[in-house]
């Protein structure tokens, strides 16, 4: 349980700085690059804690 608590923080963290660069550089190709760095990093989370059969 604590591995998953530590890892939604660092998603949570690593979306933050992403989100504040976006916010400050808007632009296109920046935020393109970025969406798919958090959309990756989101589908690793999700099959590193998905159960297992």
């Not at 920046?30 to 798919?36: A, D």
């Not at 990756?40 to 159960?51: E, G, M, Q, R, V």
Request: glycine share 2%; net charge positive; proline share 4%.
């Amino acid at each position: 349980m604590l591995n998953l608590a530590m890892a939604l923080l660092a998603f949570l963290v690593l979306t933050a700085f992403l989100a504040i660069l976006v916010i400050h550089v808007p632009r296109t190709d920046l935020i393109v690059v970025i969406g798919v760095t958090v959309l990756l990093a989101a589908y690793d989370l999700y099959t590193s804690f998905k159960p297992r059969r």
